[in-house]
């Protein structure tokens, strides 16, 4: 789960609690404590707030029994809890998910890497791999965490890590380093060096890429 769909988990379960409640507050035995570290950060960002010497001794008095914590939205963290439960997720295309496809998110700037080598597709002795281009125009942007949702075979994927080895070559070794440690996939030249052809760097674990396990 990535820290915004925590954060919104944790702003969910407080306004449920809340209105459970009927007072709107969350109360110290409701949450365990690593989750109320989570509710003291959202505080930071001004998302929830935490009851006072006051508040609490009011709600001493309605549970009859010592309050030490509480804490309920506040109402930036009521909307942003909205807006993100209305907020357009990014979907595939009709027919891109399958069992011989897997998700691969890029970060934008693995995407402008990626979109330089498809542009170049007819000026490489290495070609990108058969369809490659298409599933980059077909990529769908979920900006609520700026990732481009691609759905590539193996093929492909040894072929973006082609493109983006090509990347580390000419100034950037960052998005090349990132695609191998998320997904295990690399380009390797003394693997490519026996077979110099577009399979050779399209295989997962094969001639010219080097697999590493899954994410």
Known sequence: MRNWERALAVLEALCERGQAAGHGWTLDTELLPPHQQQVNALENEGL????????????????GRPVQWAARL????HDTLT???????????????????????????????????????????????????EQVRAASCDHGIKRWRLY???????SVAYGLW????????????RFAREYGVEHSPARASDNPSAGGVAARGGTGVSGRGGR
């Open 48 to 63: 929830v707030e935490l009851a006072c010497r006051d508040d609490r001794a009011e709600l001493s008095a309605l549970e």
């Open 83 to 133: 807006y993100g439960q209305s907020r357009p997720r990014a979907k595939p295309s009709p027919g891109s998910a399958g069992p011989d496809r897997q998700l691969v998110e890029l970060i934008p700037s693995q995407m402008a890497a990626l979109r330089v080598f498809i542009g170049l597709t007819g000026q490489l002795r290495v070609a990108p791999a058969d369809g490659l281009a």
């Open 74 to 77: 506040t109402p930036y963290g």
């Open 166 to 177: 090509l990347h580390r070559m000419t100034g950037s070794a960052a998005e090349a380093n």
């Open 152 to 158: 590539l075979t193996q093929e492909q994927m040894g």
